[in-house]
C-alpha cells in the first residue's frame, strides 16, 4: 500500500509538471503564470515533505521488491516497469539539482525562462537528457498505473480515453519546451538580468556549481551504493540457498529444482512453464492456484494474505495460491488453471484473460417450435431465417448495452454488466428482452406468408456472480462466462417454455432492476440441478409491456 500511495503522489506531481510544460505552447509567460500554480502545491513545507517523501519510500520499497522477488524471469510489462524506474534517477537527479536545489541554496531563479534558457541554448545535451527522462518517468508511472487498474470494472471501458491522456500529455509538454526554446534562442527575446554578464540569471559561481557537483556525486553514489548492495545480497542470497535446493513436481512428471524460499510461481517462470497469474503474483487472485498431491504436511501454513483469498473463492483442502507458497521440502502438485505458452495466444486480442469473479445479468433465448419449422424447409431456408433471426436478437441486446456471448443452434446466449454495475446490467436484459419480443413480432409480420406457425420466443434471465473469462483455443477464444448463475439462467429459459411465455426472470433480477411488482405473483420453480427452488416471475406480453414503462427501465 505504501508503494502504491507514493507512487500515486509522484505520478500527480508528474502530471502537474506536464501539464505546466503544455501551457508553454502558448507562450513562456503563460506558462511561468501557471508555474506558481505549481509552486504553490509543491514547493510548500507539507508539499515538500509529501512530494521528496514518496520519492524515499518507493525507492526504498522498490529495491526491497528487487531483493525479495526470486527470480528475473518475468512478464514483459512487468520488466519494462523495473528497468523505466531504476533509470529514473539517471535521469532526473540532476535536474532537480540544477533547479530546486539550486533555487533553495543559491537563489537560482529556476523559472521557465531561464531553465529552459540554460537547457535548449547553453546545455542542450542536458534538454535531451530531461526530455527522455519525462518519457522514462512516465512510461514507469503509466505501467503501474495500468497493473494497478485493469481488473477495475470500469477500467474496460474508459481504457480508450486514458490511453489517449497517456499518450497526448508527454507529446504536448515535448511540444511546449520546444516552442519556448525556439522562442527564448530568439535573437528578439530578451532574458531579464544581463545574460553572459556578471548578473547572468542562470550563471552560478564557480564555488557554487562544485557544490552541486558534490550533491550529485553523493546522490548518485548513494543510489548506486544501494542498489549495488541488494545485488550483492541477493547473490550471497543464492550461494546459501544453493545448498537447500527443493525439488517441485508435477503430475506430467517433470520436476523443477529451485532454491528453497521460491514461489512456486517463480520456480514455473524460472524453468519457462506457462503458469497463469492475473495480478503479477501479489495474491489479489487466485488464478496461479495448485493443487497439492503429495507433501502438503511440510508446507508452511497460509499467510494472512493467502488464507483471505482462498477464504473468498471457497478453496477445497490441498489448494494453494502458487505466488504465496513457498516450499521447505519436496512436493508434487498440479495447477488448476492450467495455462497455454503465450506464442498461442492470438496477437491482438486485448481481451485475453484468465477470467475473474464478477456480479453479471446472463440472457438466454430459443425459439419454441423451430425444430418443427425446419422439418419442410430446405437448409438454404433454416440458414435464411436464423439470420433473420439471430439479427433481432444481435441488435435488441447490442442496443441495450449488452454484449453477444455465442450462438447455440436456434438459441443465443447474452452477457450484461460485464463491465459496469449487475443493477444497470439486469435493467439492460429486461430491455433487450422486451426488444427480441418486438424484434420477433415484427419478423413475424414480415415472414407471415413464409411460416407454416409463426415464430415463438422463450427468454431466461438470470443475476449473480459468474467467472468472466476467455475460453478457447488459438484464435477460436471469445469471452464467455461461466458458473451457476449460467445454468440457472438456462433453466429459466426452459422454464419460459413449459409456461407457454415469452419471459421468465428471477426475483434477484427484479430487485436489481427496480420493478415494483409487488402486485404479480411469484413463483417457487425447482430448477434442475439445484436443491433449493427459486422465486421467479413468468410474463406474458401484457405485463411485459406495463413492466417497460415504469420509471426504473425508462
Known amino acids: 500500500m505504501a508503494k502504491l500511495l507514493s507512487g500515486l503522489v509522484i505520478f500527480a506531481?508528474?502530471?502537474s509538471h506536464l501539464a505546466n510544460h503544455a501551457v508553454g505552447l502558448i507562450s513562456v509567460q503563460a506558462a511561468d503564470e501557471m508555474r506558481r500554480v505549481f509552486l504553490f502545491l509543491w514547493r510548500t513545507l507539507p508539499g515538500t515533505i509529501l512530494l521528496y517523501g514518496s520519492f524515499i519510500v518507493h525507492i526504498v520499497l522498490a529495491l526491497a521488491a528487487i531483493y525479495r522477488r526470486r527470480s528475473f524471469v518475468m512478464p514483459r510489462a512487468e520488466a519494462a516497469q523495473i528497468l523505466f524506474g531504476l533509470l529514473v534517477p539517471l535521469f532526473v537527479v540532476d535536474h532537480v539539482i540544477s533547479t530546486r536545489i539550486a533555487s533553495e541554496l543559491f537563489r537560482l531563479h529556476d523559472n521557465y525562462e531561464n531553465i529552459v534558457h540554460l537547457m535548449w541554448s547553453r546545455s542542450p545535451l542536458d534538454g535531451v537528457r530531461q526530455s527522455i527522462g519525462i518519457v522514462v518517468l512516465w512510461l514507469h508511472g503509466v505501467i503501474g498505473i495500468h497493473f494497478w487498474l485493469r481488473y477495475r470494472p470500469w477500467y474496460q471501458p474508459a481504457l480508450p480515453w486514458l490511453l489517449t491522456f497517456a499518450i497526448l500529455l508527454p507529446v504536448l509538454a515535448l511540444l511546449?519546451?520546444?516552442?519556448?526554446?525556439r522562442t527564448i534562442a530568439s535573437p528578439i527575446f530578451l532574458l531579464s538580468g544581463y545574460p553572459g554578464g556578471y548578473y547572468d540569471p542562470t550563471s552560478l559561481s564557480?564555488?557554487?556549481?562544485?557544490?552541486?557537483?558534490?550533491?550529485?556525486?553523493?546522490?548518485?553514489?548513494?543510489f548506486g551504493l544501494a542498489l549495488g548492495a541488494v545485488l550483492l545480497l541477493r547473490a550471497v542470497r543464492w550461494l546459501r540457498e544453493r545448498a537447500h535446493l527443493v525439488a517441485i513436481r508435477y503430475p506430467t512428471g517433470e520436476t523443477i529444482s529451485v532454491p528453497r524460499g521460491y514461489t512456486v510461481l517463480e520456480a514455473s517462470r524460472l524453468a519457462g512453464k506457462p503458469h497463469y497469474s492475473a495480478c503479477g503474483g501479489k495474491g489479489r487472485c487466485s488464478t496461479c492456484r495448485v493443487q497439492v498431491i503429495e507433501g502438503e504436511e511440510s508446507l508452511p501454513p497460509p499467510e494472512p494474505l493467502e488464507q483471505k483469498t482462498l477464504s473468498r473463492i471457497n478453496a477445497g483442502p490441498g489448494v494453494r495460491l502458487a505466488c504465496q507458497l513457498r516450499p521447505k521440502a519436496a512436493v508434487m502438485l498440479s495447477p488448476i488453471l492450467v495455462a497455454v505458452s503465450e506464442p498461442e495466444q492470438p496477437q491482438g486480442n486485448v481481451e485475453l484473460i484468465p477470467g475473474r469473479e464478477r456480479d453479471i445479468a446472463v440472457l438466454f433465448c430459443d425459439l419454441r417450435n423451430f425444430t418443427y419449422l425446419t422439418e419442410t424447409?430446405?437448409?438454404?431456408?433454416?440458414?435464411?431465417?436464423?439470420n433473420r433471426y439471430f439479427a433481432v436478437v444481435g441488435r435488441a441486446v447490442e442496443e441495450a448495452g449488452?454484449?453477444?456471448?455465442?450462438?447455440?443452434?436456434?438459441?443465443?446466449?447474452?452477457?450484461?454488466g460485464v463491465s459496469g454495475a449487475a443493477d444497470e446490467?439486469?435493467?439492460?436484459?429486461l430491455r433487450a428482452a422486451a426488444r427480441i419480443v418486438e424484434g420477433i413480432d415484427e419478423l413475424n409480420r414480415q415472414l407471415e406468408k413464409e411460416l407454416s406457425t409463426p415464430l415463438r420466443i422463450a427468454i431466461g434471465i438470470h443475476t449473480g456472480p459468474a467467472v468472466v473469462g476467455t475460453l478457447g483455443y488459438g484464435a477460436v477464444q471469445t469471452l464467455t462466462a461461466i458458473g451457476d448463475t449460467v445454468n440457472v439462467a438456462s433453466r429459466l429459459e426452459s422454464v419460459a417454455k413449459d409456461h407457454d411465455a415469452p419471459l421468465v426472470i428471477s426475483e434477484p433480477v427484479a430487485e436489481l432492476a427496480g420493478l415494483d411488482l409487488e402486485s404479480e405473483q411469484s413463483r417457487e420453480m425447482p430448477l434442475r440441478g439445484r436443491v433449493l427452488s427459486l422465486k421467479v416471475f413468468v410474463f406474458d406480453k401484457v405485463l411485459l409491456r406495463r413492466v417497460m414503462a415504469m420509471p426504473a427501465l425508462n
Open 377 to 386: 424447409r430446405l437448409p438454404f431456408d433454416i440458414v435464411f431465417l436464423l
Open 13 to 15: 506531481f508528474l502530471i
Open 425 to 429: 446490467g439486469c435493467r439492460q436484459a
Open 402 to 416: 449488452g454484449r453477444m456471448d455465442k450462438f447455440i443452434g436456434d438459441g443465443a446466449m447474452a452477457l450484461f
Open 176 to 181: 511546449g519546451f520546444i516552442e519556448m526554446g
Open 206 to 222: 564557480a564555488e557554487a556549481m562544485r557544490t552541486l557537483r558534490r550533491i550529485s556525486l553523493v546522490i548518485y553514489s548513494g
